[in-house]
């Protein structure tokens, strides 16, 4: 190896030079400065239009699911009172089934009773 290569000049470490304000801003501004592409303009109504088409169409079903939630609120509602009546028709049932039950038995246990009268106090 040659003496030049390897005493080759090297750039010292210097910090960076302190920049006033001004230049500061200036060189965020360009840094930050974005460019919007001619279309972008474009691409914005596009999207606004497909946004307010879902909006239309979530607003539709909306409507739909709002007019089904009603026709089902309506139908447990008479479901509902149709239960209570069939309960009421199922209780006056059990009732009318309890007198003619104990209508049949009473004659029997009557009859039950007199003869075990007769046979434990030998009454005629």
Sequence with gaps: MSE???K???AA?????????????????????IQFPPYFERFLE????RLSSDL??????????????????AD????LAEAREERKALRQEMV???????????PIILGV??????VFFGMP
């Design 76 to 79: 447990t509602e008479r479901r």
């Design 96 to 106: 009318a089934h309890l007198r003619w039950t104990l209508g049949l038995l009473f």
């Design 13 to 33: 470490y210097a910090p960076a030079a302190v920049e006033t304000g001004e230049r500061t801003a200036e060189r965020l501004q360009e840094t930050v400065q």
């Design 4 to 6: 030049q290569q390897i």
């Design 113 to 118: 009773l007199a003869i075990v009268f007769k």
């Design 8 to 10: 080759e000049p090297r």
């Design 46 to 49: 596009e999207r606004d239009r």
């Design 56 to 73: 239309a169409h979530l607003r539709v079903e909306i409507q739909h699911i709002r007019e089904e939630i009603g026709l089902l609120r």
